[in-house]
T-cell receptor
Framework: QKEVEQNSGPLSVPEGAIASLNCTYSDRGSQSFFWYRQYSGKSPELIMFIYSNGDKEDGRFTAQLNKASQYVSLLIRDSQPSDSATYLC??????????FGTGTSLTVIP | EPEVTQTPSHQVTQMGQEVILRCVPI?????FYWYRQILGQKVEFLVS????????KSEIFDDQFSVERPDGSNFTLKIRSTKLEDSAMYFCASRTGQRNTEAFFGQGTRLTVV
């Protein structure tokens, strides 16, 4: 079983719509959850992190965590073409390493 | 804004040669990481380093890999005898010692083994 699973996409949404990205993880002991954005050929850059059940909002981004279901999601409101990228879900367990999913490719269509 | 810096940005080496990838983590960070990403694939954990020693490593991090923090600022990844399949983007990351903090990534070194 993979540590972190994401739908690879591609996910296409029209400009202005809500993009919904999902991630599941296998280890119930996981403590912290991160969403990174990666443009082609570039390094991952942090969008948001969450470690408590519920929602966390930051501007157009909302992260949602449900530890009982081992599920974390990222909602992007008012999607812009510049949001087109691969979104990586990362999970940190009790140790130090971050486990990454394969990423979901998002395309926002103008 | 503080950032993780990596050098070189691109390294081309012949199979069997040794390479050293260099990173300067953010100065007050305590945990350091190397990740790699083969083109088109996921970001894979290699090793984490804390308190001047390896704290965790993956199956990928075999005997041909080593890490060092030689001078209190640099953090290096050495690959002793490169193989074609080592061609990838290598990312260095660091984070503070506080709980639930994110890892900040450098811009990466693209390693091409020919």
């Amino acid at each position: 079983q993979k540590e972190v699973e994401q739908n690879s996409g591609p996910l296409s949404v029209p400009e202005g719509a809500i993009a919904s990205l999902n991630c599941t993880y296998s280890d119930r002991g996981s403590q912290s959850f991160f969403w990174y954005r990666q443009y082609s050929g570039k390094s991952p850059e942090l969008i948001m992190f969450i470690y408590s059940n519920g929602d966390k909002e930051d501007g157009r981004f909302t992260a949602q965590l449900n530890k009982a279901s081992q599920y974390v999601s990222l909602l992007i409101r008012d999607s812009q073409p510049s949001d087109s990228a691969t979104y990586l879900c990362a999970v940190r367990r009790t140790g130090n390493q971050f486990y990454f999913g394969t990423g979901t490719s998002l395309t926002v269509i103008p | 804004e503080p950032e993780v810096t990596q050098t070189p940005s691109h390294q081309v080496t012949q199979m069997g040669q040794e390479v050293i990838l260099r990173c300067v983590p953010i100065s007050n960070h305590l945990y350091f990481y190397w990740y790699r990403q083969i083109l088109g694939q996921k970001v894979e954990f290699l090793v984490s380093f804390y308190n001047n020693e390896i704290s965790e490593k993956s199956e990928i991090f075999d005997d041909q890999f080593s890490v060092e923090r030689p001078d209190g600022s640099n953090f290096t990844l050495k690959i002793r005898s490169t193989k074609l399949e080592d061609s990838a983007m290598y990312f260095c990351a660091s984070r503070t010692g506080q709980r639930n903090t994110e890892a900040f990534f450098g811009q990466g070194t693209r390693l091409t083994v020919v």
